[in-house]
């Protein structure tokens, strides 16, 4: 299985709505409500935003949404903040022993 | 406070081998499945291996199995990567990656707590 594809950047401004995209096929995304979006500022840990498509961990905020139609899962984070600034990975389930999960290729946010 | 600490990364040699550690603090390590993700440089996260929070199932990576062991202490509640017969493309950051439940798969298939990464370099 290929990695799930997500743009490479997105961008905003302060204020405005994002969304991003991550595209796999009927054998990850599209076969089960399991997609998680992760949070890397570069040096950190990753951060769990999203998972099972649209569930928020407790003290994530709710500025970040989840949802997913077919092979797509997208992000939207609302009124976008500096701080939000970062590499943001989905993740899904693969189903397979040796395919067990399978991530997306990654996407720069920017916050103009 | 939730913690994952990866430690042992470094230079390895073609062929050679290295031994990741992730040292756990902040929940009872033997109640959950631990999983290595890595990042190449200037690559997306790659899945690596998987493990119970028993010890008693694996999972690998086509691209690693046979060449890596994954095991856990959860006496000291340490989670290891035994690397062997490294190549050049195993060339990433390796992260150690906290499940919410004690079993791998469809039941745990998302990652609450990381740890910040251990560099691993393999060349001559």
């Known amino acids: 299985q290929s990695a799930l594809t997500q743009p490479a950047s997105v961008s905003g401004s302060p204020g405005q709505s994002i969304t991003i995209s991550c595209t796999g096929s009927?054998?990850?995304?599209?076969?089960?409500?399991?997609v998680s979006w992760y949070q890397h500022h570069p040096g950190k840990a990753p951060k769990l935003m999203i998972y099972?498509?649209?569930k928020r961990p407790s003290g994530v905020s709710n500025r970040f949404s989840g949802s997913k139609s077919g092979n797509t899962a997208s992000l939207t984070i609302s009124g976008l903040q500096v701080e939000d600034e970062a590499d943001y990975y989905c993740c899904s389930y693969g189903g397979s022993d040796t395919v067990l999960y399978v991530f997306g290729s990654g996407t720069k946010v920017t916050v103009l | 406070e939730v913690q994952v600490l990866e430690s042992g990364g470094g230079l390895g040699q073609p062929g050679g081998s290295l031994r990741l550690s992730c040292a756990a603090s902040?929940?009872?390590?033997?109640?959950?499945?631990v999983t290595w993700v890595r990042q190449a440089p200037g690559k997306g996260l790659e899945w690596v291996s998987s493990?119970?929070?028993?010890?008693?199932?694996?999972y690998y990576a086509d691209s690693v199995k046979g060449r890596f062991t994954i095991s856990r202490d959860n006496s000291k509640s340490t989670l290891y990567l035994q690397m062997n017969s490294l190549r050049a493309e195993d060339t990433a950051v390796y992260y150690c990656a906290k499940h919410p439940y004690f079993l791998i798969g469809a039941v745990a298939a998302n990652f609450d707590y990381w740890g910040q990464g251990a560099p691993v370099t393999v060349s001559s």
């Open positions: 009927s054998s990850d995304v599209g076969n089960y409500n399991l």
């Open positions: 099972e498509v649209t």
């Open positions: 902040g929940f009872t390590f033997s109640s959950y499945a």
């Open positions: 493990i119970t929070g028993g010890g008693g199932t694996t």
